[in-house]
């Protein structure tokens, strides 16, 4: 079981949405805090608030596409705070449009935050935990890591690279001898957030609160589980995508209005 109890964690993305949620639930559990966001303001407010819980807190403005200044932080951190033991690679952007209408710097910077950021935020802080051989590590990916949906096709490349990415770093820590470091990858149906305003979803799959998203995630390292998945239904494509020819995933996105469903979302790019 990974504890939270005195344990530094650092969580992206953390100015709002699950990421803030996630913030305030690790310090209800004893955690100290290192949060970071490209939004000043936003981290600041979520800083504030944790403090009146009497937590420590450590804020960092952080664009985590920015290699250099990705590793500049780490050794800021490790100067001023410690190591950290639980790290949280939550922030993410998306861009909802067609492949070949959505302009190339939203393509560029959903593969600069989603992936690469997250590559160099793992490069950052792993090796430590190698050196410790302990620390826990959490992916959030999605439920487009499993099944690309139409509208937003390169978030989903990005999300199945990271799936891959998750996967691979799990093995090769084994293969170290690292065995004690653990890795979680989170993949959610879509989170009643800003990221999807607007999209419409099957009658039978409404939106996740971000606030049971959150909990997932928190239960999902206290139970050191390898995957995390809100609600059940995100591990049926691979599933059906495995046992049946493509027509059969297809038609099911066709019936159920979901290969039409970002088209709605609010700032689509036609």
Sequence with gaps: MSEFYQKNVLITGAAHGIGKLMAGMAADLGGNLIISDVNAAGLEATAEELRRKGVK????????????????????????????????????????????????????????????????????????????????????????????????????????????????????????????IKVTVVCPYMIKTGMFAGMKTPFYQPPLTPEAMARGVIQGVLKN???????????????????????????????????KSVYYCEGFHK
Aim: charged share 20%.
């Design 57 to 180: 807190v450590y804020p960092y403005v952080l664009d985590i596409s920015d290699r250099d200044a990705v590793y500049a932080a780490a050794e800021r951190i490790r100067q001023e705070v410690g190591q950290v033991d639980i790290l949280i690679n939550n922030a993410g952007v998306v861009f909802t449009g067609e492949i070949l209408s959505l302009p190339d710097d939203k393509h560029r910077k959903q593969v600069e935050v989603n992936l690469m950021g997250t590559l160099w935020m793992l490069k950052a802080f792993v090796p430590d935990m190698v050196k410790r051989n302990a620390g826990h590590i959490v992916n959030v990916a999605s439920s487009a890591g499993m099944l690309a949906i139409p509208g937003m096709g390169i978030y989903s490349a990005t999300k199945h690279a990271l799936m891959g990415l998750n996967e691979a770093l799990r093995h090769e820590l084994y293969n170290c001898g690292a065995k004690n």
């Design 225 to 259: 589980r390898y995957v995390v998945g809100k609600p059940f239904t995100v591990f049926l494509p691979p599933i059906i995508k495995a046992l049946f020819p493509p027509i059969v995933m297809d038609t099911i996105l066709r019936l159920s209005g979901l290969n």
